[in-house]
């Protein structure tokens, strides 16, 4: 029963994540001739990388001291993990993603002389964040208007009432702009932070947002 | 972490690729959008792994606000508590089941107090029944109603009601595994590709869903339209030219409004036995508004010609329009 394990349907296809090793093992097959089109490297990616992201996170706010070099190492897993991905499909999204982060950090240490070894903090125990018990998928699957409901609300106003403008109300940029009596570029600059700030609050820093209904 | 996500600081490479990648998906989403605006779309994401890693994010992101839609009507950023009428179900599959269930049970669970009414592709007909209600069937729909007639089944397709009201004895439909009640009614329901539409167009209906799905019916008012698709139900308010769009088919003819090619092409295709192929996802994106008669497949090619300088194609059964 996987019918509803959709790409087009953020929502629903968590719920199709309540095993990660399943679609995993589905996908496995994939990687094994030419390896992935475009549109299969993306599906691959939101379907199985995405939703481990809170939990990536923790773990380089954990092992990394720099906190402004973390949107950066994010980006750096994602893209050795689709890199990799490109030739053959990982058994265990979850497994690779963290041990990618892993190996990069210890890269980092390594090649930036300038930080001390200590920034990664005791490597072995690393692993134990692979197992870290994964966000509860169905409760966030019946909780995902809910939860898309608090993630706006917690976009800056003006930003908020732009993106509800375009996303609920389905006006375009320029309505927009004469609605809220603003610049057309005013509302390019709240749509953009708009979206940027979602995927943070849906992706990267879900905790929170599941635990208060 | 604060309650108000901040913004992004912008000084890192990261951080850069994101704001590129953000500002691709706004104009694309909220914009106008050309070939060439495609075009240049494709070649950034084809240019590094980092940029399609960006995209994909903030993409899924923002496909994910799709369904706030249902929040439509609660009033832009107020914090949204107004009329909410969102249910999610405990089973997602159900929907596609159920469906998939109607239309077998009409073949082979047909009981003999039954009437069964079908129009082929292409095909509109109206039904008169006996309390004097009418059914208008549009194309590819198939019917059973009760020997009483004030129960009917909608298999597949699309009909259009208009409903002798009776308190006593109140008119129902069964849908996709959802019951809706007239209290006195001019309504519309649409059971086509997994997703049920309840449109009301006058007085008031009653909808009721699978089981657990809701704790109460839901009582639609004029211009509400209920939107049952996978696990999720919601309502959308539609002005009266919408609803006059949706209705357009009772008089043989499509409405596009802002509709992308892909979509139009599907409408067509519910209508017709020559089959519109898009063959190009740039192609497919491209949007169209406008009114055609729904067998008249012509028109529309012609209209990729002239005014978007695509190519048509006729390959058998097939018309292929592409770049």
Redesign the interface.
């Known amino acids: 029963m996987k019918s509803y394990c959709d790409p087009s349907n953020g929502g629903t296809l968590a719920e199709g994540m309540t095993e990660t090793s399943e679609p995993t093992r589905e996908n496995a097959g994939l990687g094994q001739d030419a390896g992935m089109t475009a549109s299969e490297a993306e599906l691959w990616f939101v379907r199985e990388v995405l939703p481990l992201e809170s939990a990536l996170m923790q773990f380089l706010q954990h092992n990394w001291r720099n906190q402004s070099d973390i949107a950066d190492l994010r980006q750096e897993v994602y893209v050795r993990v689709c890199e990799a991905a490109q030739t053959q499909i990982p058994d265990s999204a979850k497994a690779f993603v963290f041990r990618t982060a892993r190996n990069l950090l210890v890269d980092r240490v390594r090649r930036e002389h300038v930080v001390p070894i200590e920034a990664v903090s005791d490597l072995d125990a690393l692993d134990v964040a692979i197992d870290m018990p994964g966000p509860d998928r169905s409760a966030i699957a019946r909780d995902e208007l809910r939860r898309l409901q608090a993630a706006l609300d917690r976009l800056p106003p003006r930003c908020r009432e732009a993106f509800v403008l375009g996303r609920i109300e389905g006006l375009a940029g320029r309505e927009i702009a004469t609605r809220m009596g603003i610049s057309e570029a005013a509302v390019s600059m709240h749509i953009d932070n708009g979206i940027r700030a979602l995927a943070n609050i849906l992706y990267g820093d879900p905790a929170d947002l599941r635990r208060k209904p | 972490?604060s309650?108000?996500?901040?913004?992004?600081?912008p000084?890192?490479?990261?951080?850069a690729?994101?704001?590129e990648a953000?500002?691709w998906?706004?104009r694309r989403?909220?914009?106008?959008w050309s070939q060439a605006d495609q075009v240049a779309l494709d070649a950034w994401?084809e240019a590094a792994?980092?940029h399609?890693?960006?995209y994909?994010?903030?993409k899924?992101?923002?496909?994910?606000?799709?369904?706030?839609?249902?929040?439509?009507g609660?009033g832009?950023?107020q914090?949204?508590r107004g009329r909410l009428w969102?249910v999610?179900a405990?089973v997602?599959?159900g929907f596609?089941a159920v469906a998939a269930l109607g239309v077998a049970s009409a073949f082979y669970l047909l009981q003999p107090e039954q009437t069964i009414y079908a129009t082929a592709v292409g095909g509109h007909k109206t039904i008169h029944l006996s309390d004097g209600s009418e059914v208008e069937l549009n194309t590819a729909t198939v019917v059973r109603v009760a020997a009483g007639a004030r129960e009917l089944w909608l298999d597949k397709g699309e009909a259009y009601f208009r409903i002798k009201h009776d308190a006593a004895r109140p008119f129902t439909v069964m849908v996709a595994g959802h019951r809706v009640t007239d209290l006195g009614t001019k309504f519309l329901i649409r059971n086509v590709s997994d997703r049920l539409e309840v449109a009301l167009i006058e007085g008031r209906v009653q909808l009721d869903t699978p089981d657990g799905r809701m704790r109460e019916p839901l009582l639609l008012a004029p211009g509400d339209v209920a939107v049952a698709r996978?696990?999720?139900l919601y309502v959308e308010k539609k002005s009266d030219k919408a609803l006059a769009s949706a209705t357009a088919w009772r008089h043989g003819i499509v409405v596009f409004n802002n509709t992308t090619l892909a979509d139009a092409a599907s409408e067509f295709n519910r209508y017709n036995a020559r089959k519109i192929v898009i063959a190009d996802p740039a192609t497919a994106q491209l949007t169209i508004d406008g009114k055609f008669r729904s067998n008249d497949i012509e028109d529309f090619t012609h209209l990729a010609q002239t005014v978007f300088a695509l190519q048509v194609r006729t390959q058998r059964n097939q018309i292929v329009i592409s770049r």
């Open positions: 972490m309650d108000v996500a901040e913004y992004p600081a000084a890192s490479g990261a951080m690729t994101e704001a953000a500002s998906l706004r989403n909220f914009w106008d994401l792994l980092e399609r890693v960006a994909w994010r903030l899924a992101a923002l496909e994910r606000t799709e369904r706030l839609g249902a929040l439509r609660a832009a950023g914090g949204a969102i999610l405990r997602a599959a596609a996978r696990n999720i």
